[in-house]
Nanobody, 127 residues
Framework: LLVESGGGLVQTGGSLRLVCVYS????????MGWFRQAPGKEREFVAA???????FYDDSVRGRFAIQNFKDKNTLYLQMNSLQPEATAVYYC???????????????????????WGQGTQVTVSS
């Protein structure tokens, strides 16, 4: 079970911290990812963190977003700074057993490689 929270309404340039609490089973050895889905669009990769805490980001958020996984607390975070209206979407967390895939050497960016999705949390950035 994965439960996301922390979304909300924020003005352009603002910040939010998303939280994903995962429970019910162990995800030892798994990478964790954040995805987002805007209305009428496909669910897209935002960021991921490997079991060994290497981080990977989509180019559109690199330098502004930060992913952390506190494994002892079963909690995944996504700190989002300098938010822009195009970040408006429902944000989801999910695990993947794949920590390294070509060509990046990091976790996969395809949503089909992730499972056990939470219900999502809405982020709305007003212009």
């Amino acid at each position: 079970l994965l439960v996301e929270s922390g979304g909300g309404l924020v003005q352009t340039g603002g910040s939010l911290r998303l939280v994903c609490v995962y429970s019910g089973r162990t995800f030892d050895g798994y990478a964790m990812g954040w995805f987002r889905q805007a209305p009428g669009k496909e669910r897209e990769f935002v960021a991921a963190i490997t079991w060994s805490d290497s981080t990977f980001y989509d180019d559109s958020v690199r330098g502004r977003f930060a992913i952390q996984n506190f494994k002892d607390k079963n909690t995944l975070y996504l700190q989002m700074n300098s938010l822009q209206p195009e970040a408006t979407a429902v944000y989801y967390c999910a695990p993947t057993p794949k920590n390294s895939v070509p060509p990046s050497g990091g976790p996969p960016t395809s949503r089909y490689e992730y499972h056990a999705w939470g219900q999502g949390t809405q982020v709305t950035v007003s212009s």
